[in-house]
T-cell receptor, first 114, second 116 residues
Framework: DQQVKQNSPSLSVQEGRISILNCDYT??????FLWYKKYPAEGPTFLIS?????DKNEDGRFTVFLNKSAKHLSLHIVPSQPGDSAVYFC?????????????FGTGTQLKVEL | NAGVMQNPRHLVRRRGQEARLRCSPM?????VYWYRQLPEEGLKFMVY????????ESGMPKERFSAEFPKEGPSILRIQQVVRGDSAAYFC??????????????FGPGTRLTVT
């Protein structure tokens, strides 16, 4: 059972426009959410995170929004740049039993076009 | 400040051989995690260790797989009698002790295991 879902395998955006990547989860015990960016043949790089007690966190061009009632979060990148082209993974941490393990979505391939 | 280091980056093993993957966490980090990524899939949690202790191994296959994080030296993920289905990218991550800094985990570049 996929507890963290990224339903869009790919997204194409023009340079300078906004990129919106979506993520849904089913486990209400998740208490912390993270976004990672991954280039081919490299490890995931941490981008931004949000606690379940907040609904928004911003860091430069990156903003994460959390809607707990809908069990949905999104990552906004604005303005998008060609260097943002990568696979983006949403991840969630369980608050009980699972310790610090992260549950990942399957990723969204973002392509920022000139 | 060196990041998480993994070696080897690429490992080729024949069926039935053993694979040993090494991970050195970031300086000051005492928590280590191993994840596996199969082709076209997301990362799947395998095991969470602290120095000399396995905290959570709920993602580890019951047989052939083991992990350790000794008092001295890197964490080791060991796969005995490898099979073709073990071919994947194995990522190690680390995090600092305590939770005051959030729950971010920092990943190494991965070891790509190919079983022939």
């Amino acid at each position: 059972d996929q507890q963290v879902k990224q339903n869009s395998p790919s997204l194409s955006v023009q340079e300078g426009r906004i990129s919106i990547l979506n993520c849904d989860y089913t486990n209400s015990m998740f208490d912390y959410f993270l976004w990672y960016k991954k280039y081919p043949a490299e490890g995931p790089t941490f981008l931004i995170s949000i606690s379940s007690i907040k609904d928004k966190n911003e860091d430069g061009r990156f903003t994460v929004f959390l809607n707990k009632s809908a069990k949905h979060l999104s990552l906004h990148i604005v303005p998008s740049q060609p260097g943002d082209s990568a696979v983006y993974f949403c991840a969630a941490r369980g608050s009980t039993g699972g310790g610090n393990k992260l549950t990942f979505g399957t990723g969204t391939q973002l392509k920022v076009e000139l | 400040n060196a990041g998480v280091m993994q070696n080897p980056r690429h490992l080729v093993r024949r069926r039935g051989q053993e694979a040993r993957l090494r991970c050195s966490p970031m300086k000051g980090h005492s928590h280590v995690y191993w994840y596996r990524q199969l082709p076209e899939e997301g990362l799947k949690f395998m095991v969470y260790l602290q120095k000399e202790n396995i905290i959570d191994e709920s993602g580890m296959p019951k047989e052939r797989f083991s992990a350790e994080f000794p008092k001295e030296g890197p964490s080791i993920l060991r796969i005995q009698q490898v099979v073709r289905g073990d071919s994947a990218a194995y990522f190690c991550a680390s995090s600092p002790p305590g939770t005051s800094g959030g729950y971010e985990q920092y990943f190494g570049p991965g070891t790509r295991l190919t079983v022939t």
